[in-house]
């Protein structure tokens, strides 16, 4: 079974439009870490945030917000006001407890911000 | 800066060749990690290492080998029994038990098997 699902492939915006990126995951660990990774063209992820379990606090940097609730088990990434920029894959990972050895990533969203 | 280094980014083989993949890091991180990457399946892990001399298998170990005699270097092995190696391979660090740091990646060798 998956450990973590997004279930949107692929998204199409028009700049300017926001846009939010769903990821639902599945633990049973009571501590864990969620991330969210973006992959433009080039290939490398870049990092973008982290959560601890232990903290459901919504997050805002700039343009980018993220909403982590442990009721449903997803952690939604929303872009406001979508940038050509922005167009990339973005995944959500999983890491179980504090000496996970890996990361369960998300099978990705593929993101196209249209001019 | 620090970071990791993927070397070549674009890789060409032949049927039946052995090739290898390289990745250096100067983060000091202990442990390294290599992830396949295909479309629309995601990153699966295929090999880590938490430490110098030591590594584990991961989810699609089959076909591929690795080494890890020095802290810095993490490098992959892609078999002539790995039936299906195109595909992007990112390698990874980050400290270990690192289940709340996250992990460094590089950019990533694209192989092809022609």
């Known amino acids: 079974a998956q450990k973590v699902t997004q279930a949107q492939t692929e998204i199409s915006v028009v700049e300017k439009e926001d846009v939010t990126l769903d990821c639902v995951y599945e633990?049973?660990?009571?501590?864990?870490?969620l991330f969210w990774y973006k992959q433009p063209p080039s290939g490398e992820l870049v990092f973008l945030i982290r959560r601890n379990s232990f903290d459901e606090q919504n997050e805002i940097s700039g343009r980018y917000s993220w909403n982590f609730q442990k009721s449903t088990s997803s952690f939604n990434f929303t872009i406001t006001a979508s940038q050509v920029v922005d167009s990339a894959v973005y995944f959500c990972?999983?890491?179980?407890?504090?000496?996970?050895?890996?990361?369960?990533f998300g099978t990705g969203t593929s993101l196209t911000v249209i001019p | 800066d620090g970071g990791i280094t993927q070397s070549p980014k674009y890789l060409f083989r032949k049927e039946g060749q052995n090739v290898t993949l390289s990745c250096e890091q100067n983060?000091?991180?202990?442990?390294m990690y290599w992830y396949r990457q295909d479309p629309g399946q995601g990153l699966r892990l295929i090999y880590y290492s938490q430490i110098v001399n030591d590594f584990q298998k991961g989810d699609i170990a089959e076909g591929y080998s690795v080494s890890r005699e020095k802290k810095e270097s993490f490098p992959l092995t892609v078999t002539s029994a790995q039936k299906n190696p195109t595909a992007f391979y990112l390698c990874a660090s980050s400290i270990p038990g690192a289940g709340d740091y996250g992990y460094t990646f590089g950019s990533g060798t694209r192989l092809t098997v022609v």
């Open positions: 983060l000091n991180h202990d442990a």
């Open positions: 990972a999983l890491s179980e407890g504090f000496t996970g050895n890996q990361f369960y």
């Open positions: 633990t049973r660990d009571t501590t864990y870490y």
